[in-house]
Each structure stands twice: as structure tokens, then as C-alpha cells.
T-cell receptor, first 117, second 113 residues
Framework: ETGVTQTPRHLVMGMTNKKSLKCEQH?????MYWYKQSAKKPLELMFV???????ENNSVPSRFSPECPNSSHLFLHLHTLQPEDSALYLC????????????????FGPGTRLTVL | AQSVAQPEDQVNVAEGNPLTVKCTYS??????LFWYVQYPNRGLQFLLK??????LVKGSYGFEAEFNKSQTSFHLKKPSALVSDSALYFC???????????FGAGTRLAVHP
């Protein structure tokens, strides 16, 4: 619907597993984002990529590892997660204009519902 | 520091009545303000934004928001609520130093038939 797709939509993993979340945007945008949405907490920005370069890491634990191979794809690699990492992980993209930082609109994917057992 | 407050956890409205979802903000510099809606098991959908210009911003699905600089508010409004408007609404402000959106805690809107 928004031009941002995420797979899988649901994921259940054990604490020792390694898995990856995938995000793809079909909007031609130059920036991509990972957010975490936990119950009863505001959305938390995790990572920002502008032109494939990571420009923001919001003190995210190293068990979360992002990868942005090109401007259309964004991955979040997961390993040795904790039960408190269970949440909805949202990907977003935007077209950041030169000279007017902050005016762009972020468009979100449907999210991956992650459950860590 | 930039911040956003949504003082109401839930708003209840009868179908056909006007609705208001409140948002106040705190920023240094020009405020860039956004409203998003989230339906169950879905991502966030963009409704509208204020960057500059007219204080009354019109958005998707008949929603509008009024920017009030003196009250540092950006309340979301709709003249006539629909049951299908029932969802979680998020206000957000842009932190331009770090190019990130700062979200409020969200307000759950319940429209009753």
C-alpha cells in the first residue's frame, strides 16, 4: 500500500537463533529507517541510512545489526536476542531533500511482529 | 530537547460527532510536525504534516490539524467521525539535528456507532 514491504510479517525465534528481517522500498527514496514499537512505549528509532550510509545508531545493542546493500533494501540481522526484544519492527523510507532537512515524509511498511522465546 | 506529548491515552467519540486528538510539542527552532495513524496489525500511515505556511493543514481521510505556535499545539481534527476512524494516532516532531522523528505515546481513538 505505501510502497514499503517487509518480510516476514511474523517471526518466532529462540534466544540462540539467527534471523534477518527484510525491508524493500519501491518509492525511489534515498533514506531508510528501522524503528522498534513495543507495547506501552513510544516508537523508538533504531537506525538511519542516508544514501546507503548509516547516519544514526540510537544506542542499539550489538545483537541487532543493520545492513543496507543499496538504497532500496534494508536488513536487520538478529542474533542471541532476549525476550524483551519482542516487538513490532517497522521499516520506513523517505526522500530527504537537499537543504531542507526534516521536511520529508517517512512512509512505513506493515512491520514484522517478532516474538523471542 | 525535542519532545511531543499526547495527553490522552484514549478518546471516545460517537459516530457523526466532531473529533479532536490533542498534541503539544517542544522544539528548538522551526517545528516540523506530523500525524500518523496505525490500524491493528499494520504499519503507520501518514495523514498530514505542517512545515510552514497556513496554520490549518488538510490531510488524508478528511482529517485536518491546526498549528498553534503560541500554545505549541498541533491538534488533529475531523468534523464528523466514522467508526472506521477507530485506530491509534501518533503525533511526531522532527529533530532536524539528527534527521529523526520523535513520536508521542499515541492516542487510541474509539468511534462508537
Amino acid at each position: 500500500e505505501t510502497g514499503v514491504t517487509q518480510t516476514p510479517r511474523h517471526l518466532v525465534m529462540g534466544m540462540t537463533n539467527k534471523k534477518s528481517l527484510k525491508c524493500e522500498q519501491h518509492l525511489g527514496h534515498n533514506a531508510m529507517y528501522w524503528y522498534k514499537q513495543s507495547a506501552k512505549k513510544p516508537l523508538e528509532l533504531m537506525f538511519v541510512y542516508n544514501f546507503k550510509e548509516q547516519t544514526e545508531n540510537n544506542s542499539v545493542p550489538s545483537r541487532f545489526s543493520p545492513e543496507c546493500p543499496n538504497s532500496s533494501h534494508l536488513f536487520l540481522h538478529l542474533h542471541t536476542l532476549q525476550p524483551e526484544d519482542s516487538a513490532l519492527y517497522l521499516c520506513a523510507s523517505s526522500q530527504v531533500p537537499s537543504g531542507r532537512l526534516g521536511t520529508d515524509t517517512q512512509y512505513f511498511g506493515p512491520g514484522t511482529r517478532l516474538t523471542v522465546l | 530537547a525535542q519532545s511531543v506529548a499526547q495527553p490522552e491515552d484514549q478518546v471516545n467519540v460517537a459516530e457523526g460527532n466532531p473529533l479532536t486528538v490533542k498534541c503539544t510539542y517542544s522544539v528548538s527552532g522551526n517545528p516540523y510536525l506530523f500525524w500518523y495513524v496505525q490500524y491493528p496489525n499494520r504499519g503507520l500511515q501518514f495523514l498530514l504534516k505542517y512545515i510552514t505556511g497556513d496554520n490549518l493543514v488538510k490531510g488524508s481521510y478528511g482529517f485536518e490539524a491546526e498549528f498553534n505556535k503560541s500554545q505549541t499545539s498541533f491538534h488533529l481534527k475531523k468534523p464528523s467521525a466514522l467508526v472506521s476512524d477507530s485506530a491509534l494516532y501518533f503525533c511526531a516532531v522532527r529533530d532536524t539535528r539528527y534527521n529523526k522523528l520523535i513520536f508521542g505515546a499515541g492516542t487510541r481513538l474509539a468511534v462508537h456507532p
